[in-house]
């Protein structure tokens, strides 16, 4: 089915899964830009006029939608959209799920002192490292339960692209 990857905030797996696509000639899907589409507007601004639930229900949606009828190749899922069980069960079934980690530190650095796009629940950046625990704990047990992590604090970005480039033919078109 192909190769789903997720990180928490400021692992920036977009650019990396686009990076990843070019180089591979992998075809991508972005979930976070599919419901900006099909929401009509931004992530954040989503959440803000609709709740944090029309936000869910829209990646639930293309979840359903991709597990069955995409073709192959490189997924790049929002931090929160393997929050439900059941979204994060049928990920594992059918895809390989790569977790792109960053440490809380470096999470929050990268949030304080890059421009990092504003997050749908943290509109501006974190005072604290506190201010992140309850995400990533929330998002902790889909992150624990992937198929392949990556430690991002321990290689550059072009070393993880390298690394990622030469595993996607063992992680194969349908999943691990």
């Given at each position: 089915m192909g190769r789903w990857f997720f990180g928490f905030l400021g692992v920036d797996q977009h650019g990396l899964g686009r990076d990843l696509a070019a180089l591979s000639g992998l075809p991508l899907i972005e979930v976070d830009r599919w419901v900006e589409h099909e929401a009509g507007q931004s992530l954040v601004s989503l959440v803000q006029t609709q709740g944090i639930e029309a936000l869910r229900q829209l990646e639930d949606r293309f979840l359903a939608q991709a597990l069955t009828t995409r073709p192959s190749g490189i997924v790049v899922?929002?931090?929160g959209a393997l929050i439900k069980r059941g979204n994060l069960q049928q990920v594992l079934d059918k895809a390989t799920l790569?977790?792109?980690?960053l440490s809380l530190a470096s999470t929050y650095w990268k949030l304080r002192h890059q421009a990092v796009r504003p997050h749908p629940l943290l509109l501006q950046p974190p005072e604290s490292t506190e201010e992140l625990r309850p995400l990533l704990a929330e998002r902790q047990g889909g992150f624990d339960q992937a198929h392949v992590t990556l430690d991002l604090d321990e290689m550059?970005?072009?070393v993880a692209?390298?690394?990622?480039?030469d595993k996607l033919p063992q992680w194969g078109p349908g999943g691990s």
């Open positions: 899922l929002g931090d790569v977790y792109l980690k550059t970005p072009e692209l390298r690394y990622l480039l």
